[in-house]
C-alpha cells in the first residue's frame, strides 16, 4: 500500500528556535497533505491542509504565522514550528491521501 | 457541524470479541474509517466502509454501518493481546477533510 514517511521522529528542541518536520509520500503523488496535532491521550486535531504549489488552509485558532507550511512538490509538505514553546511540546502526525489517506509514523515534538 | 464520538476504553478478554462503537453527525460523510494506533506510533488503517454500505467484513474485522442512526461499530473476533491500541474512528467531509473521534482505548487481558 501507499507509504507516507514522517521525519524526524522524535525531536528535542531549546524554547525559541524552530523546528521543520518533513511529510512524504512515496510511491504516490499528493496534491494534498493533512497536518493534526495529537495531545497526550487525546484524538487528533486538523490543523491545516496543505495544497500543493499553494498557499495551506488553516483551521480555526491555529497560527498560520507560527506553524508554517510548505507544499512545494507533489510528494513533500514541511511544517515548520517557529519560535517553538513549551507548549507546543506534542505529537504531530502528517496524512497524505491517495484513495484513502495514509499517515506518517508521527513526530513527537519536545520543546525545553 | 462536524462531531464523531466514541466510548473511551474497552477491556476484553484474548479470545474474546471486542465491539466499539462511534457515532457521527454528518450525514453527508461518504466514507467511515477505522484506524488503530500503537503507543507513539502514527496511525495504520484498519479498514473503511462507504456509506451506502451497511456491512463490510475484513478477516478478524466487521464494521457495521446503521447510516439512519448514525452509529458505526467495528467488531474484533477472537481479541488478541496484540490488538491493544486505541482505535479511532473518523468520517470524512468536504470530500477530503478526516473527522476524528477521540479514541477508544481498548485493552485485552490474557
Not at chain 1, 521522529?9 to 497533505?33: N, P, W
Not at chain 2, 475484513?58 to 467488531?75: A, E, G, I, Y
Request: glycine residues 6%; proline residues 2%.
Amino acid at each position: 500500500g501507499a507509504v507516507v514517511s514522517q521525519h524526524p521522529s522524535r525531536v528535542i528542541c531549546k524554547s525559541g528556535t524552530s523546528v521543520k518536520i518533513e511529510c512524504r509520500s512515496l510511491d504516490f503523488q499528493a496534491t494534498t497533505m493533512f497536518w493534526y496535532r495529537q495531545f497526550p491521550k487525546q484524538s487528533l486535531m486538523l490543523m491545516a491542509t496543505s495544497n500543493e504549489g499553494s498557499k495551506a488552509t488553516y483551521e480555526q485558532g491555529v497560527e498560520k504565522d507560527k506553524f508554517l507550511i510548505n507544499h512545494a512538490s507533489l510528494t513533500l509538505s514541511t511544517l515548520t514550528v517557529t519560535s517553538a514553546h513549551p507548549e507546543d511540546s506534542s505529537f504531530y502526525i502528517c496524512s497524505a491521501r491517495a484513495d484513502e489517506a495514509f499517515f506518517g509514523q508521527g513526530t513527537r515534538l519536545t520543546v525545553v | 457541524g462536524e462531531d464523531v464520538e466514541q466510548s473511551l476504553f474497552l477491556s476484553v478478554r484474548e479470545g474474546d470479541s471486542s465491539v466499539i462503537n462511534c457515532t457521527y453527525t454528518d450525514s453527508s460523510s461518504t466514507y467511515l474509517y477505522w484506524y488503530k494506533q500503537e503507543p507513539g506510533a502514527g496511525l495504520q488503517l484498519l479498514t473503511y466502509i462507504f456509506s451506502n454500505m451497511d456491512m463490510k467484513q475484513d478477516q478478524r474485522l466487521t464494521v457495521l454501518l446503521n447510516k439512519k442512526d448514525k452509529h458505526l461499530s467495528l467488531r474484533i473476533a477472537d481479541t488478541q493481546t496484540g490488538d491493544s491500541a486505541i482505535y479511532f474512528c473518523a468520517e470524512t467531509v468536504y470530500g477530503n477533510k478526516l473527522v476524528f473521534g477521540a479514541g477508544t482505548i481498548l485493552r485485552v487481558k490474557s
